[in-house]
């Protein structure tokens, strides 16, 4: 499975982006896509993830401001953020976990993409 991630950039505070991530190759059917944000200097942390029947989980920190979704069909994971704030800045990683199957329980990572919010 890989994972590719776009729509990242530069805004300024108070804007928005919304990031896209595509699951090409064998993903099971039952399956979470998730999405992390890694600041500089800092580890990387969950923001919010959604199973293949649509439930929604976030970190405490994150709601309000991050919703994530799904389209079923393209396989594709998003993330819409607003009310961006500085120190929003990050890389930011989609992650795919098998639900099902003979591969239950392994990871995949995309390579990120930068979000630089600017004040």
């Known amino acids: 499975v890989q994972l590719q991630a776009s729509g990242g950039g530069l805004v300024q505070a108070g804007g928005s982006l919304r990031l896209s991530c595509t699951a090409s190759g064998n993903l099971f059917s039952e399956n979470a896509l998730s999405w992390y944000r890694q600041p500089t200097g800092k580890q990387r942390e969950l923001i919010a993830r959604i199973k293949e029947d649509g439930k929604t989980e976030y970190a405490h920190s994150m709601r309000g401001r991050f919703t994530i979704s799904r389209n079923y069909g393209q396989n594709t994971v998003y993330l819409q953020t607003t009310n961006l704030r500085p120190e929003d800045t990050g890389v930011y990683y989609c992650?795919?976990?098998?639900?099902?199957?003979?591969?239950?329980?392994?990871?995949?990572w995309g390579k990120g993409t930068q979000v630089t919010v600017s004040s």
């Open positions: 992650r795919a976990v098998q639900l099902g199957g003979r591969d239950y329980g392994v990871e995949y």
